[in-house]
């Protein structure tokens, strides 16, 4: 079974900054992108942002573009997420995806609460 491991999340005031970073447990594992979803209650699912390995491509929601900063290693199967000015509507469980091309596979999630 492969795993993701996100760590990172914590409790931060508005203005503040976190990194999350998310692991594979599989050194093997082929992924087309990594990804990052977030979550609130009483909200869906929602994109926050992703690399694509091929051309190395970053992209962002607008909700978090300019704040929040990806980076990862393709051959480690890692990836970060620096967050910056963090707001309390950012507050939410964080998820990393790995993407195909076969099966996608969920971490469990880190919480991060932005108080204001």
């Known amino acids: 079974q492969v795993l993701l491991v996100e760590s990172g999340g914590g409790l931060v005031q508005a203005g503040g900054s976190l990194r999350l970073s998310c692991a594979a447990s599989d050194s093997n594992l082929t992924t087309d992108a990594i990804l990052w979803f977030r979550q609130a209650p009483g909200k869906e699912r929602e994109f926050v942002g992703g690399i694509h390995w091929n051309g190395s491509r970053l992209f962002y929601d607008d909700s978090v573009k300019g704040r929040f900063t990806i980076s990862g290693d393709s051959a480690k199967n890692t990836v970060n997420l620096q967050m910056n000015n963090l707001k309390p509507e950012d507050t939410a469980v964080y998820y990393c995806?790995?993407?195909?091309?076969?099966?996608?596979?969920w971490g469990q999630g880190t919480q991060v609460t932005v108080s204001s």
């Open positions: 995806v790995a993407a195909g091309p076969g099966n996608d596979y």
